[in-house]
Every structure is written in C-alpha cells, then in structure tokens.
C-alpha cells in the first residue's frame, strides 16, 4: 500500500472461523450431528478491514495474532485482500483467537470466541501505531480486543481530529469518557437494550442512545435496516431485501462500508444507505470475508 493515506484504519480482532453448520444447536448435554467442518478467516477486526478494502477503500489493521496455522491463514487472507499489515504483530506462544459458530437453516449464528492473542493488544501496540492513526480520516473500533487498547485508539484518533467509529461487539460496559467520542457508535438491537438496560424499538433506541452521550448513534436490526440518530435528528434507512445463507460478518461488512463512506465525506445518513447495502450483500454467501461485496456486487438501494 506503500505511503498512500489509509481510508480506514482498524483496531480490533482476527480470528479463525470454525464454522458448522447445523439443523438445530444442542442443548446442554445434548450432542448433534452438524455439516463439514469449515475454516474462514474472520474476527470483527479483520473482517472490517477486508470488507473496507473490498469495496475500494485503503484499510489497514492493527492487531495480534499467534505464531501459528491459524496467524498464518488470517495474514494470507489480509494480505490477499490488500490490508496494510504494517501494525499487525504476532504473539509467540499463544494462540491465534478462534470463533466456533454454528449456522442455523436461516443462516443464522451463535457465536463463542477464545481471544487468545486478541487479548495482548494494549495501548503498546496502539503507540506504536500512532501515525496510523492520526492520519486515517476514520478509526473503527470494536469490542474483542482489551478495553484499554480501544480506549488508547479512540483518543490518540480524537485527539488528532479523526472520526472514531465504535461497534460496541461483543456488548460490554464501556466509560463514559469513550462513549462520548463515538461518531458513531454502532450497535445491533440485542447491544443498544444491553446499553440502555432494556429493549424498545430501533428508533426509539437510537434516540435514546444519542442522548446519552455518543456523538451519533447507527442501531441495526438486520433485514430491518438500521436506524441513525445525530445532531440533525433520527432517520431510518431500510435494508435492500436478500436471501440469507450466512449471516455472519453481515453487520462488520456494514460497519466497514459505513466507515469508509464516512471517510469518503458522505453524511452519516448518505453512509448508512450505502452500508446496508453491503450488508445485504454479505448475507449470500458462507463465510465471512468470503461474503462481503465488491461495488459491482452491492444490491440496488
Ligand atoms: O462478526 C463476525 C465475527 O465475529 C466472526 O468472523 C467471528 O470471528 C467473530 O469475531
């Protein structure tokens, strides 16, 4: 990527996605069978960093991963992407974070993550990445590396007048101090009634949300669409219809085609109609980083 200024740079996780799919989950004590095993290259981070690049933007990454098969194979899959990897470090003797999903028959998933070297990211690593991130127009920032890395991203990113884009994923209590350099904060429904302590309807949550700190809010609700909330009011844009095979990585394609819109200069509102788009889109195919959309492949609005 040599010296060109990055559109979007992220802070976050890689993981190994190993992915089953199955008719139904167990419940506790109970075993089914499920589909060939399937290993993607995944983590929120990651994903948000290829989902960006696939859609033209510049991304790079600053994250950790083990000096390992799995390290290996999200490196691969970054750089084939055209990821800056310039800030993404390997951790001797840990291993690289893995995600066990299973998919359900409407392409639904649940989701366990072992961190392992997502957990080393500190403010270290953030320093060491500070040009970076000084200069991308957009952070973009999510919750499974440790609180005090995102905390350290968002305000050396603050501090120099960049727009710090934080999915709160997973949810988890977050200082107030952070909350309020959100622009925007981005949640799904089941996150923003993790925040607010109850549940409502998107709207109501996203306005909610907005007085309570954030700069801006973006509530999502899947094929729902996504409700945004800022200085101008609340609005909500509708999601282009799309058969679900795979949801996983739909709302980190949206994510990154919101940040890199943002970075582009487009209105929260102008970004969040281009970013479900590409949420739709990446709910077509298996997988991850394997579903998100070129710009010739995003649906009509
Ligand atoms: O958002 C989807 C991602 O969440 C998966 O790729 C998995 O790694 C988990 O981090």
Do not use: W
């Amino acid at each position: 990527m040599g010296q060109r200024r990055c559109d979007v740079a992220v802070v976050g996780s890689l993981n190994a996605d190993l992915v089953v799919g199955v008719e139904r989950r167990p419940a506790p004590g109970e075993t089914v069978f499920g589909s060939d095993l399937a290993t993607h290259p995944g983590g929120k981070g990651a994903n948000q960093a290829v989902a960006a690049a696939r859609l033209g933007g510049r991304a790079a990454i600053v994250g950790r991963v083990g000096d390992d098969g799995h390290g290996a194979l999200l490196r691969d899959a970054l750089a084939a992407g055209g990821v800056d990897l310039a800030h993404l470090a390997a951790t001797p003797g840990v291993p690289t974070g893995v995600a066990l999903i299973t998919v359900g028959p409407d392409g639904d998933n649940s989701i366990i993550v072992s961190p392992g070297a997502n957990a080393r990211l500190g403010p270290a690593d953030v320093e060491a990445a500070r040009a970076l991130i000084e200069s991308a127009p957009v952070v973009s920032l999510q919750m499974e590396v440790p609180l005090p890395a995102v905390e350290a991203a968002a305000g050396a990113a603050a501090r120099a007048g960049r727009r710090v884009v934080l999915n709160l994923s997973p949810p988890a209590p977050v200082p107030d101090g952070l909350l309020a350099l959100c622009d925007p904060l981005v949640v799904n429904e089941h996150e923003a009634s993790f925040l607010l302590g109850g549940s409502g309807d998107p709207a109501r949550m996203a306005a909610a949300l907005a007085g309570a700190g954030p700069r801006s809010v973006a509530v999502t609700a899947g094929a729902g669409g996504v409700v945004v909330a800022d200085g101008r009011g609340t609005a909500a844009v509708p999601s282009p219809r799309s058969e679900a095979v795979d949801t996983t990585g739909a709302g980190d394609a949206f994510t990154a085609a919101l940040c890199l819109r943002l970075a582009r200069g487009d209105s929260l509102r102008d970004a969040a109609r281009y970013a479900t788009r590409a949420g739709a889109a990446a709910v077509r195919r298996p997988g991850a980083q394997s579903s998100f959309p070129t710009p010739e492949e995003l649906p009509a609005p």
